[in-house]
């Protein structure tokens, strides 16, 4: 019996079927698919799954509704996840970067894409999280207001690091695609003499 249980949500079965197929054999995984969000919302439900990747643009309930609705739900937040899209402004548009509690893979993917996309929502599952009453105790500081219910929170050392780690990252990201741009640049000087 497999022990890694993962939920494939993709309105195409190209999709699905390339990362059963993409998956080690090693990892010991049983894939459910499900071809939109209320199929896919169906399963969440009756299963208990180590990891669900999710298409952001589906039918009959779109990727940002299955997302909500798992957001919405402590047990289920736990779980890593893996938005899945071609059009990443389509998932930027409804949730800023940087993606703290889930990982983004850009369609299409190769198998070493997949595997790391996998690692990082793996990891940033673990990563602690406020609950709702923090962050509408937050919400109201911000505001001039006092909360009402007496939460209060405050940024701590592992926080900073993090976000020092999110920038250090990006930074790397933003050398790659300048050397990128010099290049396309070069490569067209010498196209035009």
């Known amino acids: 019996m497999a022990s890694n249980k993962i939920l494939v949500i993709d309105d195409t079965t190209v999709v699905r079927v390339k990362v059963r197929e993409m998956l080690p054999p090693s990892g010991n995984f049983q894939v459910f698919e499900a071809k939109d969000g209320i199929e896919g919302l169906k399963l969440i439900q009756q299963e208990k799954f180590s990891l669900i990747m999710l298409d952001f643009l589906l039918p009959k309930m779109s990727g940002w509704d299955v997302f909500q609705q798992i957001q919405a739900q402590p047990d289920l937040r736990k779980i890593p996840l893996v938005i899945m899209s071609g059009r990443k402004e389509e998932v930027t548009e409804k949730i800023s970067e940087p ?50 219910n007496g939460v209060v929170t405050s940024t701590n050392g592992a926080e900073i690091q993090a976000l020092n780690d999110k920038i ?20 067209i000087k010498q196209k035009i003499k």
């Open 168 to 187: 250090a990252k990006m930074q790397v990201e933003i050398d790659s695609l300048k050397k990128q741009l010099a290049q396309v640049v070069t490569f």
């Open 99 to 148: 993606f703290e509690y889930f990982e983004f893979l850009n369609k299409p993917f190769d198998q070493k894409q997949l595997i790391n996309a996998i690692k990082a929502a793996m990891a940033k599952s673990k990563q602690p999280r406020q609950d709702q009453t923090q962050v509408n105790a937050q919400a109201a500081g911000k505001n001039g207001a006092t909360p009402t």
